[in-house]
């Protein structure tokens, strides 16, 4: 079955620099890879997500990469602000359904002031 | 409007008690879960329900029983509960065709 690691597994940034965080899939038959963020004592939200015929994906602050090759996938984001703070997770689907999701271990983003 | 809503969001209990979490989505969806997440936020699904229809179940110990009514409410029985089935519980739904988990806010059980 599918396998999705993460990393870092903590990860603190200054206030306006940037913060990526990598993920690996196993299971090359996967085609879609969301991103979800999940604030302190609050429910995981998508964030941003990615298709496998697509290799880079943005929305404002946030883009989302895809190496089908080598089977990695990343998060960026730019200009961080304090409420990026969270834990993020990534995700890999081989039916590009929620069906079959199988979540990385989560992110614990930290922005210093 | 909440589009998932679960209850109770708090739940503390003695072990070897019998414990109900319910779960109702608003939004049409055609599938719900339960996803366990422990103390260190490793998300796990237990259970997948597609128009009443058990579709996933992930070595889930057979204390936990999901009861599906109709395809918006999805709700989950525990029975004889132990000290490590103690995490936050999230129901989630989603529509086929589209990837988008859309969660509750978690009910967080603690067994003592």
């Known amino acids: 079955g599918e396998n999705v690691e993460q990393h870092p597994s903590t990860l603190s940034v200054q206030e306006g620099d940037s913060a990526v965080i990598k993920c690996t899939y196993s299971?090359?038959?996967?085609?879609?890879f969301p991103w979800y963020k999940q604030e302190l004592g609050k429910r995981p939200q998508l964030i941003i997500d990615?298709?496998?015929?697509?290799g880079e994906k943005k929305d404002q602050r946030i883009a989302v990469t895809l190496n089908k090759t080598a089977k990695h996938f990343s998060l960026h984001i730019t200009e961080t602000q304090p409420e990026d703070s969270a834990v993020y997770f990534c995700?890999?689907?081989?039916?590009?359904?929620?069906?079959?999701?199988?979540f990385g271990s989560g992110t614990r983003l930290s922005i210093r002031p | 409007d909440t589009a998932v809503s679960q209850t109770p969001k708090y739940l503390v209990t003695q072990m070897g008690n019998d414990k109900s979490i319910k779960c109702e989505q608003n939004?049409?969806?055609?599938?719900m879960y339960w996803y366990k997440q422990d103390s260190k936020k490793f998300l796990k699904i237990m259970f997948s329900?597609?128009?009443?229809?058990?579709?996933i179940n992930e070595t889930v110990p057979n204390r936990f029983s999901p009861k599906s009514p109709d395809k918006a409410h999805l709700n989950l029985h525990i029975n004889s509960l132990e000290l490590g089935d103690s995490a936050v519980y999230f129901c989630?739904?989603?529509?086929?065709?589209?990837?988008?988990?859309?969660f509750g806010e978690g009910s967080r059980l603690t067994v003592l």
């Open positions: 329900y597609n128009n009443k229809e058990l579709i």
């Open positions: 939004l049409g969806h055609d599938t």
């Open positions: 989630a739904s989603s529509q086929d065709g589209t990837g988008e988990l859309f």
């Open positions: 299971d090359s038959a996967s085609n879609y």
């Open positions: 995700a890999a689907s081989w039916d590009s359904s929620a069906s079959k999701i199988i």
């Open positions: 990615i298709r496998s015929n697509v």
